[in-house]
């Protein structure tokens, strides 16, 4: 993410969006109430004699809506803000829905609160960073995927010729590993691969890979996993894999903050999930770092309390529920925090 001019008289923070973690971030961002600009296709209304106006040719506009929904969709890499039109050359009081993709630039219009800052800070220092891929596979399948600042994402599957846990022969082998090598050389693979799996499989790819493409191998970190697949990218995650690699990443941080929560329940040591508790915590002033899912930051009372615990000196840190340790604190109630000292 770009931030191209902020305006503290007005509220206003105008950002280029740079890749899908940025819309990621503004998903959880921009909020029902909020003001959103940016340039927009809308159709005119042509005025003609009939009693309804014809549909005229949608033409570039500025708009600026009120926000009432907020729409992020992984699959697409777009970001659809909907809510009602306040300034325009047309249409005003009537509903929009804004499109935003990679490469567009829109104005966001509210009252920041600390935890949102520094959540801009963070998308714009993670764009400098080096994407990371991930391949998972076994003598029967390989998973192709990214980490993204909200999670993993799945690009593609590799399904091994023939059937059961042996290959029929070297040739079938070969093929297989050839469909990979041909996807990774049209995939975005940035400054590292990181190779997980069980089983011999996983060296035998490297070996090949190191035969054929070099240069590829050399961006290679690989990692031995007990399951193929989304779970063993998960392992390789939370047992902290490739640090100097993925360790930075917002992924990786979130992660980490939710194992930490699980241990301190599992040993009692001082934490508290759910609502109830966490709000007796951040009254008694006791929370250092409060996490809360995506999921449900928007529900009523949870903001408060996010506001509560700045105020407290407390860290507020938003939680992806696009990654298995995001799903763990959704699973607690979607919020929960990491004490100074024990309340109880």
Known sequence: MRVLHRDPKTGEIKVRVENADDLW?????VLPGDLVRASTYRREEVKTDK?????????????TIRVESVEFQAFSDRLRITGVIVEGPQDLGRHHTLNVAVDDVL???????PHELRRIEEAVAAAQKPLVAFLSLDDEEALLAQLRQYGVRELATIRAPGHGKMFPSGDARSVYFDEIVAKLRIMEIGEALVLVGPGFTRDAFLEYVKAREPALASKVHTHG???PGMQGIQEALKAGVGAKVFGDSRVGYETRLVETLLEAIATNRPCAYGTAEVAEAIEAGAVETLLVSDAVARNPGIEDLMRSAESARGAVVLVSRHHEAGQKLEALGGIAALLRFPIK
């Open 225 to 227: 996993t007990a399951h």
């Open 51 to 63: 009693v309804r106006p014809e549909r005229g040719e949608k033409v570039r506009v500025t708009l």
């Open 107 to 113: 104005s966001v219009i509210k009252t920041w609160q």
């Open 25 to 29: 971030h503004l998903h959880n961002l």
